[in-house]
């Protein structure tokens, strides 16, 4: 998620679901395109783009 911290609606779900969720990442929207797949460590606080057709990224969330 691109904004939004630990106690936003989105995270609170994850949490319940125990899936990973990370929040505060700059530019999201716009570096995740549709059919991208991505791996994140919710414990780290990264995201990284494994698969798509013109980038290769790692990015970090400004909180955890």
């Given amino acids: 998620m691109e904004i939004g911290g630990p106690m ?35 414990s780290a606080g990264t995201v990284q783009i494994i698969r798509d057709d013109c980038h290769e990224n790692v990015v970090s969330s400004g909180s955890k």
């Fill in 8 to 42: 936003q609606h989105g995270a609170i779900i994850a949490r319940e679901y125990g899936i990973p969720c990370v929040s505060g990442i700059d530019n999201a929207t716009k570096l995740v395109k549709d059919g991208d797949l991505l791996e994140l460590d919710g």
